[in-house]
DNA sequence: GCCACATATCCAGTTTTATAGAATTAATTG
DNA sequence: CAATTAATTCTATAAAACTGGATATGTGGC
């Protein structure tokens, strides 16, 4: 149906800004810590549960974690003693629509942007 | 309309594989790249074509280049002495689609995979 | 074969990441 | 305020990425 799938809105992002979200997300750490926090949708998880996921070292995770959601792909919640952390879908979505914004500019394309230039 | 946008395929792709498609795009250079073969659509770039637009040395825009066709996400061809770059929009796609696979396994979500465990 | 063109590779140097052990801060409870 | 739990920061080290000048490779024309 879509080709250049074109269905999400391009909020307040330009180059630099995708490319250090597009960072964050390539490791393979991060990128498995992300998709945990994607599956757990909403409820999000507590640092120490995504630690217990991922096996790896506090001060790694952190680290990590630090990144996400310096990024603003994570954001965090404190609940008394333990911080919950939750991917954040609205910037996901932005991101994505960024990639594939301005698809095929200079050639026919089913899913043109309707403001394209 | 979709909360989760799940329209996409996720094939073939892991999390490692992800990872270093998406540590490709994580570099405000290569993005810039990338985005300028999205734009050129099917039609494609040549090599120095893209070195005009970007104003960068030829060394380094290589050094990127090759990044971004080891990944995948940039395709060549050979015309004779210039070489036709193009993006991959087939993988860009499952790309995107492995991000929000699974979103929300463990919530009630708008846009569930049917096949979600 | 030689020359011009298009692009890639080699080779520094510099900067940035990733990792994890140890120490530290912050919040709660008794 | 001492003890406990949760998570971050400090510190060091190893590995990798980024940049661009110089050089090499491949391609086509004469």
């Known amino acids: 149906m879509t080709t250049c799938l074109r269905s999400v809105i391009v909020a307040g992002m330009d180059t630099n800004n995708a490319a250090s979200k597009l960072e964050a997300l390539g490791n393979p750490t991060r990128l498995s810590l992300y998709r945990l926090l994607v599956k757990a949708g909403h409820a999000g998880l507590s640092v120490g549960a995504c630690q217990q996921r991922l096996e790896i070292a506090q001060s ?3 680290f990590h ?14 609940q008394s003693r333990t911080l919950i952390c939750r991917a954040n879908f609205d910037l996901m979505n932005a991101l ?3 990639l594939v914004d301005e698809c095929c500019a200079d050639e026919r394309c ?6 394209a230039a």
Request: aromatic share 4%.
């Open 110 to 115: 089913q899913a043109q942007t309707p403001d």
């Open 60 to 62: 790694t995770l952190s």
């Open 96 to 98: 994505v629509g960024f």
């Open 65 to 78: 974690l630090k990144a996400l959601t310096q990024s603003g792909l994570v954001t965090q919640e404190r």
